[in-house]
């Protein structure tokens, strides 16, 4: 049977990933070192006969070695998410995101294996000042610690020789949805819950683009990658998205207030530079070389949120999303 081992399983995507393989009867092995204490995001999937956590480091590369067999997908998630704590945890973003990836691919390097899929990020392309939308073969800029790692992981894979398995790189867009591991922190669900809960919430670089894309539209974008022939993947790079799903924040703002009447709110759109990312991408190689279209649009994603917070009636005050270790 087919195994899928997730590191970073445990986190904001992993866990909708693996609620969306095991509901397909996929065998899947979550590896991840719990660094926000975020072991009741999987504790619901402990009952199933499909699935095993280990607790383990990316960069304990013997452990995850011993579990790989030629039936294996390796599907790399973890490490710091986000400019913010790649900033704040500087030393450790770049011992696990640059330093730890690469040194795992390098002991993966000579093993028999399905597929390693390396979750990248949109974030490369940084600062565009084109209004193209771009795509896979535009030039990167990435402004962040966080995207330069990925940029020099990306490079490091094309450049992997002699291995007997299929690597591909997925650039996500900037994710919203919800999980068992929310992230609050991510634009349009903190604006959600910001603007629900009527709180003074100060928006920089609000002409900015950016692609958004659900959860679970990752998760299906994941299985497509693993179920397609490897001679449409082969070390190749993927944006993953969609181009509607392109907007300014000041855009998501106003989509966020249609849905959420104020008498009077408490947004303030700043005139000053926090995160000069810029970019609209285009999503047309995946749409094309593997069939592959997304399900979920940013409207739906504000009216999930808003009905989350409604449901729990705020008892949950547990706002997750990756601000401290
Ligand atoms: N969330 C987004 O908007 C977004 C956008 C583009 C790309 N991505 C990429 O998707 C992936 C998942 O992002 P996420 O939002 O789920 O992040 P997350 O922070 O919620 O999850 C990361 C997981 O990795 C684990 N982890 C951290 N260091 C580890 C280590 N050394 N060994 C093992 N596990 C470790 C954490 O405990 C956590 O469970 C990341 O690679 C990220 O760069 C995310």
Redesign the pocket.
Known sequence: MEKNII??G?????TVLIDYLLKKNKQVIC??????K?RFAISSFKKKKNFKFIKA???SSKIIKKLIDKNTNVII?????GDPITKKYFKLANS?NKV?IDNLLNSLSDLNFKKLLF?S??SNYGLSKTNKLLDEKSKLNPISKYANDKVFIEKKILKLKKINFCPVILR????FGLSK?M?FD?TINEFVKEIYLNKSLEIYDFDTYRPYCHTIDFARAIDAVIKSDNKFVYKECFNVGNKKNNFQKKAIVDLILKKIKLKKNNIKFVNKSKDRRNYRVNFNKIEKKLKFKTKYSVNYGIKEILKYLNQTKLKNKNFYG?YKI
């Open positions: 590191i970073g445990a986190g904001y995507i992993g590896i991840d070192s719990l660094i926000y975020n480091d990316l960069r998630l973890a490490g710091l998410v696990v730890g979750v990020t949109c996500f867009a900037t994710a591991r992230r991510l990756n």
